[in-house]
Nanobody, 121 residues
Framework: QVQLVESGGGLVQAGGSLRLSCAAS????????MAWYRQAPGKQRELVAQ???????TYADSVKDRFTISRDNAKNTVFMLMNSLEPDDTAVYYC???????????????WGQGTQVTVSS
């Protein structure tokens, strides 16, 4: 079993920055991809950024050049630095890990509990 714990959300003024973190605990797994999603009120959850085990990153067009995803493999942790925040970035942010279990070699999908990011204008 893998558990994800997020931290780093909060309230910030437009133009400010926040850094989100998400750490995985558990055993007998390898991480395939780490990603951040967000869900604003009344909207569907959307992919914000993703990083693979090889360090390949992808971003939603709306956050390119403002957000940076990174990972610490030794600590099973993913980060997202969010700069130049805008009111439209207000949402609950969720981390997502796709892992492969060591014993069964199955792929599993895990979600963090979500952290609120609010950007005031």
């Amino acid at each position: 079993q893998v558990q994800l714990v997020e931290s780093g959300g909060g309230l910030v003024q437009a133009g400010g920055s926040l850094r989100l973190s998400c750490a995985a605990s558990g055993s007998d797994f390898s991480i395939i991809t780490m990603a951040w999603y967000r869900q604003a009120p009344g909207k569907q959850r959307e992919l914000v950024a993703q990083i693979t085990s090889r360090g390949i990153t992808t971003y939603a067009d709306s956050v390119k050049d403002r957000f940076t995803i990174s990972r610490d493999n030794a600590k099973n942790t993913v980060f997202m630095l969010m700069n130049s925040l805008e009111p439209d970035d207000t949402a609950v942010y969720y981390c997502n890990f796709v892992v492969r279990t060591s014993l069964t070699r199955n792929y599993r999908n895990y979600w963090g509990q979500g952290t609120q990011v609010t950007v005031s204008s």
